[in-house]
């Protein structure tokens, strides 16, 4: 089969490609994303077995009990967070396999990401050097608690759910800067956007999600 840098088979180049459409047709305009998107190797995010869905929208299992964000909710909170303007600084939480954060990696200067299982992070870390993504900090950390020492930071987002917003995190935003955050229990999650004003916080509910909850401690 006909391989292209990434050992990506031409028909994922193709599966790929249908997963740009499908973005675009379900309202994701921004250029830039969609072009990170599709220069992501996303296949290989995911066990092996499993490879030949990753193109499809839909969240998979990464191992310890969690998932990859469907490739639609990725593209929908990278486009609120970069909608204010450009990005230097923004802090993740939930490294999970990484996927997000490669893609928030080509599009600010500097990623901080924070996960609260080891192995996970380890694997997401050795997998974006592997694939030449170095603007990345990697904290294992229980994400409600931030990482204080690089803050306040532009943008934050939160890819699991708490049953409200961390206050830390909250103090850790910039003036102007943005958090998207999903809020509230399986079945019933809302993902909220909060803006920083010069001495208040503004919180809008912008559409259903579904994440796995934002758990305390690490492992
Ligand atoms: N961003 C990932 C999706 C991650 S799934 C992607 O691109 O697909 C959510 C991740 O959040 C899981 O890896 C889970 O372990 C992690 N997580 C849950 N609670 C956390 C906490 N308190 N701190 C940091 N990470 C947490």
């Not at 299992?61 to 929908?76: C, D, E, L, R």
């Not at 996927?99 to 200067?109: C, E, G, V």
């Not at 990623?111 to 694939?131: D, F, G």
């Not at 955050?181 to 993902?191: C, D, E, F, S, T």
């Amino acid at each position: 089969m006909k391989q292209n840098v990434n050992g990506i088979g031409m028909t994922s180049m193709r599966t790929r490609e249908r997963m740009i459409s499908r973005l675009e047709e379900q309202g994701i305009t921004n250029r830039k994303i969609l072009d990170a998107m599709r220069n992501t190797p996303r296949h290989l995010f995911v066990d092996e077995a499993l490879a030949s869905r990753a193109y499809e929208d839909t969240a998979l299992p990464i191992g310890y009990n969690q998932t990859i964000s469907q490739p639609y909710i990725v593209a929908k909170m990278t486009e609120l967070l970069l909608a204010p303007g450009p990005l230097n600084k923004v802090l993740e939480i939930g490294t999970g396999c990484g996927y997000q954060t490669a893609i928030l990696a080509q599009l600010i200067d500097h990623v901080y990401t924070v996960e609260r299982i080891q192995p996970l992070q380890k694997k997401a870390k050795n997998l974006l050097w592997s694939i030449k993504i170095k603007n990345v900090s990697y904290l294992h950390s229980d994400g409600g608690w931030g990482w204080e020492e690089h803050a306040p930071y532009d943008g934050i987002m939160v890819t699991a759910a708490p049953p409200e917003i961390p206050e830390n995190l909250l103090m850790q935003m910039a003036v102007g800067g943005t958090m998207l955050i999903p809020i509230g229990k399986a079945g019933g999650q809302v993902l909220q956007r909060v803006t920083r004003t010069e001495n208040d916080f503004k919180v809008e509910a912008m559409e259903p999600v579904s994440f796995v909850p934002l758990l305390p401690g690490r492992q």
